[in-house]
């Protein structure tokens, strides 16, 4: 079983609509989850930094994550073209500690 | 906002050569890392670094890979005889504390021919 998987998508949805992606994890040892953005041919761009159960908002997006579930969720509220990109879970199991990152998922918002 | 930056943004090198790739953190942060990215695979880490040795790496960080931070300011990957299968997009990635989350350079890309 892998570490971290995530739907590669692609995922397309029209501009406005709700995106919700998810990530599956398997090892219980992982404490701190991050969501990170990836435009082609850039670098990863911090979205989301998450410790504990529950849920956390900024602006347009909220990150979910289900501890006992092994389950994390990026939500984006009225979506925009400008949000079409490929968006990395993320996580670790101490702060510094290596990432493991999940495949990625492939976003289109549709004009 | 202050950003991690790497040079050059593509290299492109002959098999066998020796290669540098060139990163500056964030000016006050205190953990270094290097990623790297196969076309079409996850970002998989390389190495971490911090208070000026080596914390971590994988086993993709074999001998032919070593970095360094020469000065107050650069962060290097060395590949010293590239094979093909190096080819991949490589990150830089630095943090603040242990508190806080890795930031990513944009990238250089390496092609090996």
């Known amino acids: 079983q892998k570490e971290v998987e995530q739907d590669p998508g692609p995922l397309s949805v029209p501009e406005g609509a709700i995106v919700s992606l998810n990530c599956t994890y398997s090892?219980?040892?992982?404490?701190?989850f991050m969501w990170y953005r990836q435009y082609s041919r850039k670098g990863p761009e911090l979205l989301m930094y998450?410790?504990?159960?529950g849920n956390k908002e900024d602006g347009r997006f909220t990150a979910q994550v289900d501890k006992s579930s092994k389950y994390i969720s990026l939500f984006i509220r009225d979506s925009q073209p400008s949000d079409s990109a490929t968006y990395l879970c993320?996580?670790?199991?101490?702060?510094?500690?290596?990432?493991?990152f999940g495949k990625g998922t492939r976003l289109h918002i549709l004009p | 906002e202050p950003e991690v930056t790497q040079t050059p943004s593509h290299q492109v090198t002959q098999m066998g050569q020796e290669v540098i790739l060139r990163c500056v953190p964030i000016?006050?942060?205190?953990?270094f890392y290097w990623y790297r990215q196969i076309l079409g695979q996850k970002v998989e880490f390389l190495v971490s670094?911090?208070?000026?040795?080596?914390?971590?790496k994988s086993e993709i960080f074999d001998d032919q890979f070593s970095v360094e931070r020469p000065d107050g300011s650069n962060f290097t990957l060395k590949i010293r005889s590239t094979k093909l299968e190096d080819s991949a997009m490589y990150f830089c990635a630095s943090a603040g504390d242990s508190n806080q989350p890795q930031h990513f350079g944009d990238g250089t890309r390496l092609s090996i021919l």
């Open positions: 670094f911090y208070n000026n040795e080596i914390s971590e």
């Open positions: 090892n219980s040892a992982f404490q701190y």
């Open positions: 000016s006050n942060h205190l953990y």
């Open positions: 998450t410790y504990s159960s």
């Open positions: 993320a996580m670790v199991m101490n702060r510094d500690d290596k990432i493991i």
